[in-house]
């Protein structure tokens, strides 16, 4: 099966006979264009998680539209550069003085449609911003009728995409509040718990998880929260281009991806260049806290978090620290408790050199 229509031979003359191994020439052929037209992994994650359409839909979509693929934008390349990028993050895309070629993988790709147009984005920073190894993997998981009325009623008022294009003022957003940023808080009933019992700081929580940023916007209107704001995307483009500098008062990093084959240890977050990053925007004072329950990355993040000269330990002995009384037990906590698993809190401060 083929997406493009297929061009029939002329007819062998005969003089000239086939030879005797051309015969399964076509069926070979044929198997590689399906397997080429079939998306990639990524591709079904994404599709799946903002449409609810399973992989079986997106080969339709595909096969439905041959003349779509075959038929090349007539208005340049870079202008289909820009709609191709318009299409996977759903907003327009920025102009650019680059020559690009549409190549075959994006006439295969199908159109993206937003689930939720007033909501998170699949790509918020789209062609902005290079590609490189992340930190994170989304998850595919259904979104709730409550969570999706979640998104599309409090996206507006208490969420934001990480595009990249624009400055934050955090002590704006939240009322001149000190604010902290939390990078991945799953389904978001830790983050409402901080939120309401300090509503004195300004809750700043990162994730790409789409249902989980309904289940935290749907749990902070329930419990009349103010001083949270959702933001979908990559923390390091937040961080590195959203954010002035000495703009927060704390960071928080819960239970991370471990990332535990020793290939894969290259996409932890907790590294020395983020780490970099992060203390450019962290004001002098301010607290830096991990927690994880895998021992291998503890033991990395003690390592990394000692060596860098912008942090100070808070541990009197130069260790882990007791897990504070502002951080609630989570169920992915309890989870690991319940395994056996023995959980490692650091609190480090920002110091000024």
């Known amino acids: 099966m083929s997406e493009h229509p297929r061009t029939p031979h002329p007819p062998a003359q005969a003089s000239t006979p086939a030879p005797a191994t051309a015969a399964p020439a076509a069926p070979a052929a044929a198997a590689a264009e399906e397997t080429a037209a079939r998306p990639s992994q990524a591709e079904q994650a994404e599709h799946v998680e903002q449409t609810g359409q399973p992989e079986q839909a997106i080969r339709a979509e595909q096969l439905d539209r041959p003349e779509q693929a075959e038929q090349p934008s007539q208005a340049g390349p870079t202008a289909t550069a820009a709609a191709t990028a318009e299409a996977d993050s759903g907003a327009p895309a920025a102009t650019t003085t680059e020559t690009a070629t549409e190549t075959e993988t994006d006439r295969r790709r199908p159109p993206r449609t937003r689930k939720f147009p007033e909501g998170p984005a699949p790509d918020p920073a789209g062609s902005h911003f290079e590609r490189r190894i992340r930190s994170f993997q989304p998850r595919r998981s259904r979104v709730t009728p409550g969570q999706a009325d979640a998104l599309r009623r409090l996206w507006p008022l208490w969420g934001f995409d990480i595009d990249g294009q624009r400055t934050l003022d955090p002590a704006a957003m939240f009322d001149g ?85 020793k290939r894969h240890h290259k996409r932890r977050l907790i590294q020395p260049e983020f780490l970099s990053l992060a203390a450019g925007v962290l004001k002098p004072g301010a607290l830096l806290h991990c927690a994880t329950d895998w021992e291998p990355y503890a033991e990395q993040m003690l390592e990394v978090l000692t060596a860098h000269p912008d942090y100070a330990n808070t541990a009197p002995d130069g260790g882990y620290a007791p897990r504070p009384a502002f951080r609630p037990l989570t169920r992915f906590e309890g989870q690991g408790l319940d395994k056996g698993h023995r959980v490692h809190d650091l609190l480090f401060r920002r110091v000024e050199r």
């Not at 808080?185 to 409402?192: D, N, R």
């Not at 329930?222 to 961080?239: M, P």
Request: hydrophobic share 45%; glycine share 12%.
């Open 177 to 261: 509040r000190p604010v902290v940023l939390e990078i991945g808080f799953g389904m978001g009933e830790a983050t409402a718990q901080m939120a309401a019992a300090d509503p004195d700081t300004g809750i700043l929580a990162v994730d790409v998880h789409t249902p989980g940023q309904g289940n935290l916007l749907g749990l902070a209107e329930r419990a009349g929260l103010r001083n949270l704001r959702v933001a979908n995307g990559d923390a390091i483009i937040l961080l590195r281009a959203m954010l002035p500098p000495a703009s927060l008062d704390g960071l928080r990093v819960y239970f991370p991806d471990p990332w535990p084959k």
